[in-house]
């Protein structure tokens, strides 16, 4: 396996970024959060997405020099246009906002309308928890999956995310609304393996644990079957009221490419202001204790907490460089070639 | 099967509290949010619940002369201690208070830490609805689920509750984070059927559908797996967090009776501050055409919105009378007579 160190894996995206027309600042911004999402194991959304994002900018769907303009500032809630610019800096900036109200209110919201794909949502999680704030967001989609009840996709995989900071490792929730992700289905066929559970339905509507049959019907499962159903159409609605955007049903309509014109929530609560900083500790270590000690369900089985394994294949990656597929790689190494 | 009219059971419960101690408003109050559990169709903490609740207040587990008292006030964020008074009365204070911090400021986030149980957490979404807010809520529990990868219960089946209004119809999604609940496990049961999915394991750690073996082994599942599990620690740690209130692991410890000490969180926000009613309308009716018209799985099929199918029972259940189990229909007659 071709394993790449960070900074030069960073580097190259950058590169590939800049050549694609990006502004200097916007480029290593972008080429960060791709690294850090293969770095933390999210394969689909880091350096294999890269390609795909300059094809957007090629076509014009994503606007490199776009940054969000304010539309309505009602105190602890303000309400960004996103213009179509990168997906990644328009998250940054908004989760960014939303930290800077909650350090002075408490509490801060920010959403974007208009804007376009954020790649791995769990990074602005980890950037909310980072900075020290409990942070929560979410994103609305095109329809890319049943809903519960469906044959046709009609509803979107919104990501939701929840994270809580922590000297030892943050506590980060990362969570889409199907059980499965396509990249999970791809993966586990390339292997000639099957799902762990039903991931989805097959051409006769049973479910089936087969990524391959799933691929090809494209019913993907709501996790938890109505009730993911049902959470997705909650986030979707959500993040049009509190940002004026499109939903998904727009989406459908007006998008270009995968969450064009999509919306979003940035939440974020300062937690020493409710709090101590020692009773939040025990909090949080008598949560997690709880957790370790139980009784594992298979002899010598681990239990984690949400956010510890992408923390363990972030200390293996920084340690041992970051795995690759050859043949993406490649391709990201030309798009980096000076023209 | 007997059914009886919403009147007569709510005037009937309220006897009942009222011969527990409660005083005269707030019996009013906890009658009216258990036979409303009940006329929507959600029975196990409808009427079915009253006796159990009595046990509590007779035990001293929960003051039936307690309200909330404030503890923080941070302008958008204001901390209660529920002072273990009824969790109904409790709840329907604080997201009422959301909604008035909301009206005012787009948004109000209201806490409350060592309250009691709040019976069926959608009413609070209903509530906030029905007064024009968006409204999210949850509550922590005991622990009584096993993490995933656990076998021991070491978590809380947290309900979340998020809520639009919408003139024909609010919608609104009320899920634990359980696959089923104990009391679809009985139900299904009782009727010697199987659950349509697996819904917890067997004595041998398999998954299973049989409802009695679970009820058994007490190993339910959470939904989506691993999802339900970490969602279901968030949504703990994060009661904690903003109301300084136990944990799961510290209402395993301190609590009395279930739910006894948890805490929960109510948000409600003010949709007319962000948008038109006309846009909100348009986000609404959209989604939910894109929702009907889609190809159904079954044929004839027919595809609800969160909260539906709560609204059909309820217009049936008002026509028709509320179905009740007549032996516990007695039982709380004998705890309404005069004494």
Redesign the interface.
């Known amino acids: 396996m071709t394993r790449i160190q960070f900074d030069e894996m960073k580097a190259t995206i950058k590169l590939a970024f800049l050549n694609a027309g990006m502004p200097e600042e916007k480029a290593g911004i972008c080429a960060e959060i791709h690294t850090e999402s293969s770095r933390d194991g999210v394969y689909s959304h880091g350096l294999n997405r890269v390609e795909r994002f300059v094809d957007y900018i090629n076509k014009g769907w994503v606007d490199v020099n776009a940054s969000p303009t304010i539309e309505?500032n009602?105190?602890?809630?303000e309400?960004y246009n996103g213009n179509l610019g990168p997906g990644i800096t328009n998250a940054i900036y908004a989760m960014n906002r939303a930290t800077e109200i909650a350090a002075i209110?408490?509490?801060g919201?920010v959403t974007l309308n208009n804007t376009t794909h954020w790649m791995r949502g769990g990074a602005y999680g980890w950037q909310a928890a980072e900075k020290g704030f409990?942070g929560i967001c979410w994103t609305n989609t095109e329809?890319c999956m049943?809903?519960?009840?469906?044959?046709?996709t009609?509803?979107g995989n919104n990501p939701f995310i929840?994270a809580?900071p922590r000297k030892e490792g943050h506590?980060v929730?990362d969570?889409a609304m199907s059980?499965f992700s396509y990249g999970k289905l791809q993966v586990t066929r390339l292997k000639n393996e099957k799902l762990p559970?039903a991931g989805g339905?097959d051409q006769d509507?049973n479910l089936t644990d087969e990524p391959g049959v799933i691929e090809e019907t494209r019913r993907i499962l709501p996790?938890?079957?109505w009730?993911?159903s049902?959470?997705a159409?909650?986030l979707?609605?959500?993040s049009?009221?509190?940002?004026?955007g499109l939903?998904?049903?727009?989406i459908?309509k007006y998008g270009k490419g995968s969450c064009g014109s999509c919306c979003q929530v940035f939440i974020a609560?300062d937690?020493l202001?409710?709090?101590t900083q020692e009773?939040?500790d025990q909090?949080?270590n008598?949560?997690l204790?709880?957790?370790k000690t139980?009784?594992?369900?298979?002899e010598n089985?681990?239990?984690?907490?949400?956010g510890e394994q992408s923390l363990k294949t972030r200390l293996e990656n920084m340690e041992m460089g970051i795995p690759v597929d050859e043949g993406i790689w490649e391709r990201v190494k030309e798009l980096a070639k000076s023209r």
Chains 1, 2 share one sequence.
């Open positions: 309505a009602l105190g602890t809630i309400i209110q408490g509490l919201l409990l329809s049943p809903a519960w009840g469906t044959k046709s009609c509803i929840m809580i506590i929730l969570m059980q559970f339905f509507g996790m938890g079957y009730k993911g049902g959470f159409v909650m979707d609605l959500f049009t009221l509190l940002s004026g939903t998904t049903a727009g459908d609560i937690p202001k409710i709090n009773f939040i909090a949080l008598g949560t204790e709880q957790l139980a009784v594992p369900a298979n089985g681990e239990i984690f907490y949400p």
